[in-house]
């Protein structure tokens, strides 16, 4: 466990802080089984990169830079549009997704008032108002949007058999956006890397370096496109949105 620096107890003046996004993009999509990584196929006239990268451009907060990480042989961005964005800055993604979201952070100068949002290129359908939520939250364990589990859970034994039911009320299913200060996430996801562990989202790093990252319920509709079955549900999604702004 690491230890918080002392520099980092104090809360954020928001009035001050500044807004970042890191968007991991670097994935090949495996699960969903197309020819193009699922962020470059197509809903209503956009990809769902551009659709991930719409709401974060569009947010009134205004972030100030979105860090984009792709995989080094992509040869499907340079055809987008919204690579005209300034804000927009391209670097490369790593092996993994906490690989690609670090090469992200590495791009963001150090500093004391930085936050960021980190949110997978995969979830097109994320609102402002969530966005709002994780905002409101000023304290340096930071937030995720996350949904409470609405399934009964069972825990399987290594048979695929039922070794034993869980207690639900205590189980949130994690999304994106991830939202912290963006020198502690570094050094955290820094740190556990190091250690040869397993990062699946942002969170589970500051929890092994010894925060309580904020559970923000989220919309059910902020679906990561994983599965074929996915793309038809975004799409309904997305039509449902339909007075989102679009730059
Ligand atoms: N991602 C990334 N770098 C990687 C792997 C994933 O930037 N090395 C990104 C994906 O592009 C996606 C997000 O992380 O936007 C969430 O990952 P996931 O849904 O698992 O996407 P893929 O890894 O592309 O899909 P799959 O696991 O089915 O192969
Ligand atoms: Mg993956």
Same mark, same amino acid.
């Given at each position: ?19 970042? =996004? %890191?968007? !991991?993009?670097?994935?090949?999509? *495996?699960?969903?089984?197309?020819? +193009? ?5 197509? &809903? @209503? ?23 984009? =990480? %792709?995989? !080094?042989?992509?040869?499907?961005? *340079?055809?987008?549009?919204?690579? +005209? ?5 391209? &670097? @490369? ?24 949002? %980190? ?129």
């Amino acid at each position: 466990m690491i230890q918080t620096p002392q520099k980092f107890t104090a809360l954020t003046d928001t009035s001050t802080r500044r807004l970042v =996004a %890191v968007v !991991p993009a670097a994935g090949i999509g *495996s699960r969903m089984q197309t020819d +193009k990584p699922k962020q470059y196929l197509t &809903i @209503q006239g956009k990809t769902i990169l551009e659709h991930s990268l719409n709401v974060l451009l569009t947010h009134p907060a205004n972030i100030e830079q979105i860090i984009l =990480a %792709v995989a !080094p042989q992509d040869s499907y961005l *340079s055809e987008l549009n919204c690579l +005209k964005q300034p804000r927009i800055r391209i &670097i @490369q993604g790593g092996e993994t997704r906490a690989d690609s979201v670090l090469n992200g952070l590495n791009h963001i100068p150090s500093s004391d008032n930085t936050w960021v949002f %980190v949110h997978d290129a995969a979830r097109p359908c994320l609102t402002h108002g969530d966005m709002d939520k994780l905002l409101a939250v000023n304290d340096i364990n930071g937030a995720i949007l996350a949904t409470p589990a609405i399934d009964t859970i069972k825990r399987a034994n290594n048979h695929k058999q039922i070794q034993q039911t869980e207690d639900r009320n205590h189980i949130w299913l994690a999304q994106t956006p991830q939202f912290f200060p963006a020198d502690l996430l570094r050094h955290a996801l820094q740190t556990a890397l190091q250690q040869g562990l397993a990062i699946t989202d942002e969170a589970s790093a500051m929890e092994l370096a010894g925060f309580q990252p904020h559970l923000v319920q989220g919309r059910t509709d902020n679906i990561k496109v994983t599965r074929p079955e996915d793309l038809a549900l975004a799409a309904f999604y997305l039509s449902q949105q339909n007075t989102k702004e679009t730059l």
